[in-house]
């Protein structure tokens, strides 16, 4: 077997930056990245035969633990049925049923491939039913790579946007305003001058993807309120919080209604999957009942469809209160051990995902996640990975745990923060 540095070199002349994901080079943190071969319950073997705790969980898809055996099971019979066929499947009508079994706002639903798809697809939705061309998002939520909502803030109240990406047009990303998260005060002055002209506010109704920030309470609440008064459509991007934060996601945890929802990660079983959903009334302007074109050759794809159902099915609301139970020791155990090292963090949790920023107060918003230490996060990540611990490779992500994490895991993940060195 090659040696890690060897594998490391191959990639980097196989792949842009040795990727085919950028976060997976290590760049925020510096170092090789590891090579991973399988994954069996709360671990990761790399291909040398280490082990690893997972608090990754394929960036939250996995929330039964890798290589379930159902899953396993599922994917193997739909495999020898066939694994994709470009036509309709009661396997999709199946798993669209199980969704909106738990999510009353999304009365019909469209699988995607991926979450930017789903995301792409929910944006050109509210544009076509509203007749509007502004979008509003907010500093520090991610939406996949869509070229709209590759966007940066400027300063201000609420600055139209300059594309933060190259090849991105400065017309295009003009469309998209972009707004500080958890400001209730610069939602009410963006709407009193623009709510009219705008289609849609997508938002992460928690966020996860600059680190784990819940919203302020009234924060959600305001926004609906705003978006009804206008005729916006608001969208929850719950690709990452649907199935994770609850079992009707942020939506059923804050009781907060939005006209469409995109989904991913979990609903896919650890396969790749989107979906966006919501009012019928908007639904049905897509193609092929209304005007507004979105298609996929593998949507709705049967393998992803098979384990995607054997997923959900097992996800009961005596499960998640046992998860939510489990992730509050874990997270208890894990401050601990912070103090116990003498190290300050804010620690913030919102159900089965949580993260560790290294700063002395609590993060509300992207200023917030910009001033922590992501040096001293580093180390930890380096620390913690040579004592056999997976971590996402960024100060700006969130920690996953699955149904299969329990003491043992909290156990070994404290001790190894205990010992400090970061």
């Known amino acids: 077997m090659r ?19 950028p976060v997976r080079a290590f760049k925020a943190v510096g170092g090789e990245p590891v090579f991973m071969e399988r994954g069996l319950g709360a671990y990761l073997y790399d291909t040398d035969g280490r082990e690893y705790v997972d608090l990754c969980l394929s960036w939250g898809a996995i929330i039964l633990g890798h290589a379930d055996a159902q899953v396993g099971s599922a994917l193997q019979t739909q495999a020898a049925r066939g694994t994709s066929f470009g036509t309709v499947t009661t396997a999709e009508t199946d798993l669209a049923i199980e969704i909106r079994r738990h999510y009353p706002s999304i009365e019909k639903i469209r699988f995607t491939s991926s979450g930017t798809e789903a995301v792409m697809g929910a944006l050109r939705l509210a544009r076509g039913h509203t007749g509007r061309d502004r979008v509003v998002k907010f500093e520090g939520c991610y939406h996949g790579h869509a070229d709209s909502l590759l966007v940066k803030a400027g300063s201000g109240l609420a600055t139209f946007g300059s594309p933060d990406s190259a090849g991105i047009p400065g017309a295009l990303a003009e469309l998209t305003t972009v707004l ?20 849609a506010v997508i938002l992460e109704p928690v966020c996860g993807n600059m680190g784990v920030v819940p919203p302020r ?6 926004l609906r309120r705003l978006c009804t008064a206008a005729g916006t459509v608001l969208i929850f991007d719950e690709v990452m919080t649907g199935f994770r934060v609850a079992l009707g996601g942020a939506q059923a945890l804050y009781g907060v209604r939005p006209d469409l929802t995109t989904l991913g990660k979990i609903i896919g079983g650890g396969l790749p999957v989107g979906a966006f959903g919501g009012r019928a009334e908007i ?24 384990a995607g159902s054997s997923v959900l099915r097992r996800l009961t609301p005596e499960r998640y209160r046992k998860l939510e139970n489990d992730c509050a020791v874990f997270a208890a155990r894990l401050s601990e051990a912070f103090r116990a090292a003498r190290v300050p963090v804010s620690l913030q949790r919102v159900g089965a995902m949580f993260t560790v920023f290294f700063s002395d107060r609590p993060v509300h918003d992207w200023r917030g996640v910009s001033g922590t230490d992501k040096a001293r996060y580093s180390r930890y990540f ?16 969130a920690c996953f745990l699955s149904t299969l994490h329990g003491p043992a895991e909290a156990d070994h993940v404290a001790g190894a923060v205990r010992e400090g060195g970061f």
């Open 3 to 21: 040696p890690r540095s060897k594998r490391w070199a191959e990639a980097l002349r196989q792949f842009p930056g040795g990727v085919n994901s």
């Open 180 to 199: 500080p998260y958890n400001d209730a005060e610069a939602l009410r002055g963006y709407f009193s001058e623009h709510g009219r002209r705008t289609a």
């Open 217 to 222: 309470p009234g924060f959600l609440e305001t």
């Open 283 to 306: 639904m049905d302007r897509l193609s092929p009942s209304g005007p507004v074109y979105q298609a996929g050759t593998l949507s709705g794809n049967p393998m992803s469809m098979a």
């Open 382 to 397: 380096k620390r913690l990975l040579k004592r056999g611990v997976y971590l996402p490779p960024s100060a700006f992500e």
